[in-house]
Structure formats: C-alpha cells, structure tokens
C-alpha cells in the first residue's frame, strides 16, 4: 500500500481509498467538501495535522478543524476565521451554538465561536 498525502487538507490516507477521508478530496485535490487555501493548509500544518477531521459549526458555512494540537474555524466566505493553539494533545472537540469545547489531557477550555478566544 502506498500512502498520499491530500494536496487540499494535507491528511495522510493509504490509496485503497478513493478520496480523502477528512475532506473527501480526490488525488488532485478536487471535489472536496471544503476547499482550503494555502493560509489554512500552513495553519492546519502548525497545529500538527487535521487528527479529528472537520466538524460542522453551528451554521451552514462554518467549519471547526479538529488538529492534534488545536483548533481551526474556516468559513465559506472569508476561509481561515481563526485558530487556537491548545497545550497539550487534542483528546475531543464539540461544538455548540455559541462556542467550541476542546478536551486535552482531561482539561476542558471553552473557545468563543466569534473569534477563538477563551471564554470563562
């Protein structure tokens, strides 16, 4: 088996599959549910990998990526929103109407949907 590397969300998957398991993405990057761009490749990149995949957001057109060291939130309009950096490994993500919730290492940090910051 030989393994590709998706050129839109750059996840690692053998090549019995047909497309991207993440994005569903064929070989050359195409007919991918989310289309990414070259800033959110290198954010995805940063924060270890897409581990988790993509999660819907709440609306349509928002989607939170789930990296093994954080998370994303990319829109259909203006792509990369924002992302956080989280210490530690990414155990779960949900997400809610108002924010993201991030487990890692059994703390839980609440994430702000607007703009990723930390919410108390």
Same mark, same amino acid.
Request: aromatic share 4%.
């Given at each position: 088996?030989?393994?590709?590397?998706?050129?839109?969300?750059?996840?690692?998957?053998?090549?019995?599959? $047909?497309?991207?398991p993440a994005c569903e993405a064929d070989a050359e990057g195409e007919g991918a549910r989310v289309t990414f761009d070259g800033a959110t490749r290198t954010v995805i990149q940063g924060l270890g990998g897409l581990f988790?995949?993509?999660?819907?957001?709440?609306?349509?057109?928002?989607?939170?990526?789930?990296?093994?060291?954080?998370?994303?939130?990319?829109?259909?309009?203006?792509?990369?929103?924002?992302?956080?950096?989280?210490?530690? $490994?990414?155990?779960?993500?949900?997400?809610?109407?108002?924010?993201?919730?991030?487990?890692?290492?059994?703390?839980?940090?609440?994430? $702000?949907?607007?703009?990723? $910051?930390?919410?108390?």
């Amino acid at each position: 088996m030989e393994f590709l590397t998706c050129p839109n969300c750059l996840t690692v998957y053998g090549d019995v599959q $047909s497309s991207c398991p993440a994005c569903e993405a064929d070989a050359e990057g195409e007919g991918a549910r989310v289309t990414f761009d070259g800033a959110t490749r290198t954010v995805i990149q940063g924060l270890g990998g897409l581990f988790g995949g993509i999660l819907d957001g709440p609306a349509p057109g928002l989607q939170v990526l789930w990296c093994s060291r954080g998370v994303a939130l990319v829109t259909d309009d203006i792509g990369l929103a924002w992302r956080a950096r989280i210490a530690g $490994s990414v155990d779960d993500v949900r997400v809610d109407a108002e924010e993201v919730i991030v487990t890692a290492g059994g703390t839980r940090t609440a994430l $702000s949907l607007e703009d990723g $910051s930390e919410r108390e």
